[in-house]
C-alpha cells in the first residue's frame, strides 16, 4: 500500500512548470517554463527556483518565500553522497530540514517523483484532480479575468464574423480579398485578433458542413456559401492564464429551413440551460434538460453510418486556469457552488443539415447565473 | 518497493494530453485536448479514445488500433461493480483483456494513476524522463519539421528587425506608427508573423538593457535607443507539434564600445561552439569551450549585487516536440549522438552594459553541424 492514510500532517507539494500546471501557476500567480518544486509549510508557500528563475519570482511572484535551487542540490549532495542525486533527493533534503514526512499532490504528480519519494520512505498522498480542489471557486479577481479572456474570445469571433461579411460569393464559395477564404484563414484572422487583445488562442475551430459535426476537428479548406460554421474560440490571456471560451455559429449566404431550425432550436435551448443554473442545482438536471429538449423539438441522439449524430457532448465544464476544469455540466449528478465557473454550449450535429454549437460562460450566483460572455446571436450573414 | 524490477514484459502505457505530453504526440501524431490513454502490446500502438476524438483518431492519427472509450468503461464498470470506475479501473480492465501485468511509463505519468495502478498489484515502471529516449536522435522528416519550425522563428526575428527598422528615435524612446515602441508591442509584432506562418510562439523574449539580462524576463514597456534588445523566440508549428528556437540580439541607434565587444564576443563564441558540434563530443566540452573563451576576453561569470551576471545559463538544450528536452548542453559529460538537434545560444548579461545572446538549431552530423536555422547576424540599426 504506498497510499498512507495520515493526511493531516501532509504538507502540500507541487513540481511541475506553470504552463502544464495550472495548481502551480494558482499558487506561484507568475510563469516558469520549467519544472520547479513548491510546498506549503505552516502557512508559506516556498518555491525551489534556479539563479534563472530567482530574481523574477522575489520580483513578481506570490510566494512568501523563494529557495536557491542551487543551494538545495548542494545540500541534497551532501545527504546523499553516493548515487545520482534530483529532484527526489532535493524534496527529501527538504523534508529533512522542514521536518515532514507526508506529501499531498494532485493526480497529476509525476510518477518518478511521487514513487522516488515513497521508496525514501516519505508518504505520498494523491488528491483526486487538482490539489486546489478550491479552484472551482472563483474570487471577484477571478471572475473579472475570466471576462477579460472572453473578451478575448469576443475579438476572435468579431474578427471572424467580420471577415465572413467582407467576403463575396462566387461559385459557391467564400473569397475574402480575392482568395479563397478557407478555415485555415479564417483560424488566423481569429488568433490575430486574439493576440493582440493580449491572449493565445490554440486549438481554435473554424469549421464548416459536415467538418464542424466532428466537435473537435478544427475545419481545413474551402468554406462554402450557405453553410453552417462553428467558430470555437479559447483563448488564454498571456498575462493572467485564465482562459475565455465562446463559441457562435455562422453562415454566409441563404440558410436552408432545416438549417433556420437547427440554430434557433440551439438557440433556444442554450437560453434555457442558461437559465437554470444557480447555487445547489445537480449539474445533470441542466444536461438532461438540454437532452430532454432537443429530443422534445425532434432532435435525436443516435450514432448512424457517419458516427455520432445529435447532442453528442456534454452541456457544459468547468472555466479557468485550464480550459476543461472543475465541475461537469454532463451526466454526474455535482451541484453547482457559488462563484463555480462554466460554459453552457449545448449543440446538434447532423452531416446532411451541419453542424451548429452556442456557448457562453456563467458564473453561479445565488439566485441566477452571471454572465461573463457577451456577443450577438445573429448567425446569418448576407 | 512499489517499482517492479521486470522491464521485460512491460508495456509501454501513456496517459495524457498531446499539448502537455510531447511523448502522446510523438506515438499518435495527432492533437487530442484531454488525456487519453495509449499503449503497445506486440507491434501494435493502441488508442482508448471517446466518441468525440474516435473517428478522427480513425482517419488523422498514427495509431494502429483505436478503442472506443465508452466500451471499456462499460467492461471496467462489469469488471469492478462496487465502487468507483475511472482510468485506473479501464487500464486495469485492458491489462486483464490484454494480459499484461506490468507498464513501463514516463517520469511524468501521473502519480494518481500509477499508484492506482500498483494497487491493483499491477507494477509500474518509471522511465527516467521520456518514455521515448528515442526521441533525441531526428529522423529526416522530424529535421524537416525542426528546420520548418526555425522558418518561423525567423519570421518572428524578421518582423522585429523591420519593427525597429520602421521605428523612429524621439528623446531616446522608440515610436513606431507615432507610439512608443514597447516590448509588449514587439512581441506582438512577432507573434503575428509566427501565427501567419502557422505556428504558435508563447513566452517570446523581446526584452531591452537591463531586463535583457534577466533571461526569462519577457520584457515590458518602451525601449530605448541605444540599448541591446534580445529577441527570442521559439514558436511550436501548430500542425506538426514541433518546435524552432532562435535568438538575435538587436540595438536601434548607436551601440557603445562595450556593447559591440559584447555582441562581437557573443557572436564570436557562439560561432566556434557551433563548428563544435559532432558526434561523439562531449556537450560538457563544448560548454567549458563557451565558458573558457568569454573568461579570455575578459567577462567574467560572478554574482553581484544586482544577481548573477556574465555568462549564467547552459550552452544549449535539445528541441523537438519540447522546447526543452534531451540532450542537454550544459555541465553534464552526455556524448553528442548523430541527428540530435540541440541550440547552441551563449550569452553575456551585465546590466551597465546590457545582455546578448545568439541562439541558432543544429542537428549533430557524423563530421560537422548540420544548421537547422538561418538568419543573419546584423545587429545595428540606425
Not at 369 to 381: E, F, T
Amino acid at each position: 500500500m504506498p497510499k498512507s492514510k495520515n493526511r493531516k500532517r501532509s504538507v502540500p507539494l507541487v513540481f511541475a512548470d506553470t504552463h502544464k500546471s495550472a495548481d502551480q501557476l494558482y499558487v506561484g500567480k507568475f510563469s516558469v517554463p520549467d519544472p520547479f518544486i513548491s510546498f506549503k509549510k505552516g502557512r508559506k508557500w516556498y518555491a525551489v527556483l534556479n539563479q534563472l528563475e530567482y530574481a523574477r519570482a522575489l520580483k513578481e511572484s506570490a510566494f512568501d518565500e523563494v529557495l536557491p535551487l542551487e543551494d538545495w542540490l548542494k545540500k541534497a549532495t551532501g545527504c546523499f553522497p553516493s548515487g545520482k542525486v534530483g529532484y527526489v533527493e532535493i524534496i527529501a533534503t527538504l523534508a529533512q530540514a522542514f521536518k515532514f514526512e507526508a506529501f499531498k499532490v494532485a493526480s497529476d504528480f509525476p510518477a518518478g517523483i511521487a514513487l522516488g519519494l515513497i521508496e525514501k520512505g516519505l508518504a505520498v498522498n494523491v488528491s483526486e484532480g487538482s490539489l486546489f480542489p478550491e479552484r472551482e471557486i472563483k474570487s471577484e479577481k477571478e471572475l473579472q479575468l475570466i471576462k477579460e479572456g472572453n473578451g478575448c474570445s469576443a475579438a476572435g469571433i468579431r474578427a471572424a464574423e467580420q471577415a465572413l461579411k467582407d467576403s463575396v460569393i462566387k461559385k459557391g464559395k467564400l473569397y475574402l480579398e480575392g482568395k479563397a477564404l478557407t478555415s485555415e484563414r479564417l483560424r488566423e484572422v481569429i488568433e490575430i485578433a486574439c493576440l493582440r487583445k493580449g491572449s493565445l488562442s490554440m486549438d481554435t475551430i473554424a469549421a464548416a458542413g459536415a467538418q464542424a459535426c466532428d466537435p473537435h476537428c478544427a475545419g481545413h479548406g474551402p468554406i462554402r456559401a450557405n453553410e453552417l460554421i462553428i467558430v470555437d474560440v479559447f483563448p488564454r490571456v498571456s498575462k493572467s492564464g485564465y482562459f475565455g471560451d465562446m463559441t457562435r455559429t455562422f453562415l454566409k449566404g441563404t440558410p436552408s429551413d432545416d438549417q433556420s431550425r437547427l440554430v434557433s432550436s440551439v438557440n433556444k435551448v442554450q437560453k434555457e440551460a442558461i437559465k437554470a443554473v444557480k447555487v445547489g442545482v445537480k449539474a445533470n438536471s441542466i444536461h438532461q434538460h438540454v437532452m430532454n429538449r432537443f429530443i422534445s423539438l425532434g432532435y435525436e441522439t443516435r450514432r448512424d453510418k457517419s458516427g455520432a449524430v445529435g447532442f453528442i457532448h456534454g452541456t457544459g465544464h468547468g472555466l479557468g486556469l485550464e480550459v476543461h476544469e472543475a465541475p461537469r455540466v454532463s451526466i454526474a449528478d455535482n451541484r453547482l457552488k457559488e462563484n463555480a465557473v462554466i460554459t453552457i454550449e449545448p449543440g446538434l450535429y447532423y452531416p446532411e443539415i451541419g453542424g451548429c454549437r452556442i456557448e457562453d460562460v456563467v458564473a453561479v450566483g445565488k439566485e441566477k447565473p452571471i454572465k461573463l460572455s457577451s456577443y450577438h446571436y445573429n448567425w446569418v450573414i448576407a
